[in-house]
């Protein structure tokens, strides 16, 4: 099966793996000759290119999964808007005395999204969890609905994960975004093993859910990812 030509991957919550599972389905598209564009248009906790860390931040590692050179050029073109601090959007960008309008983000993915070659699948991932704040006023759930792409799902497997999962599950279904699909990302720690976590979450929801280990490949599971 195609995947979707364009899929943004948003979480239930903070630092559960979202980037993990970006990069993991990145890597398994692109393993069945697929081409994939991952973009990460907001980072958060950025160190400068030449940092020895910047390998291991967000857009780094979208950038490997890739094939693609840390160079200005690549990491602009994933992730044109970067800070410093690690901190949501909207407080990040004022720590360094900017500002960013929900319309630019939009616009900026908009084009991205418009100028994809035919067959080539755009993987937008957002930022925190689905409500976390992005600008002043708008949320990550504004700017998913804006887009007016499919989701993909990413959740823990902490104590608490399936209400997490669960509520955004639902949030996504009041306002009519298409989902997917659920990825459990597995957490450090976690009282219960991830494929629980899951089967749990699955007995509440219509869609597929499958479990990722930290640095797996991308599961089997999910027919309308390919």
């Known amino acids: 099966m195609t995947p979707p030509p364009a899929l943004f991957v948003v979480g239930a ?47 780094g590692r979208l950038l490997a999964a890739q094939g693609l050179p840390v160079t200005p050029e690549t990491v602009a073109a ?15 960008a004022a720590r360094e005395g900017r500002s960013l309008a929900l319309s630019e983000l ?13 067959g080539e699948t755009v993987v937008i991932e957002g930022v925190g969890g689905l ?7 708008a949320t990550g759930l504004d700017w998913l609905k804006s887009q007016g792409i499919p989701a993909l799902l990413v959740s823990g497997s902490y104590l608490g994960a399936i209400s997490h999962a669960l509520t955004a ?19 450090e720690g976690a009282p ?3 494929e629980t976590v899951a089967g749990q979450i699955a007995r509440y929801v ?7 280990t930290r640095g797996g490949e991308f599961p089997d599971g999910l027919p309308a990812l390919g």
Not at 172 to 184: D, E, K, S, T
Request: charged content about 20%; glycine content about 10%.
């Open 78 to 92: 994933c992730s044109p808007w970067r800070f410093a601090a690690p901190l949501a959007p909207d407080l990040a």
């Open 13 to 59: 919550g903070t630092e559960i793996g979202k980037t993990y599972t970006t990069a993991a389905l990145v890597r398994r598209l692109r393993g069945r000759g697929r081409r994939v564009r991952a973009l990460k248009p907001l980072a958060s906790g950025v160190p400068p290119l030449d940092h020895p860390d910047f390998a291991e931040s967000d857009t």
């Open 192 to 194: 219960t093993p991830a």
């Open 169 to 187: 599950v639902e949030t996504l279904r009041a306002h009519g975004i298409p989902l997917v699909g659920i990825v459990v990302s597995e957490s």
């Open 106 to 118: 939009v616009g900026w993915c908009g084009a991205r999204l418009a100028e994809a070659e035919g």
């Open 206 to 212: 219509a869609v597929p859910v499958v479990c990722l």
């Open 131 to 137: 409500m976390s704040p992005i600008t002043e006023a």
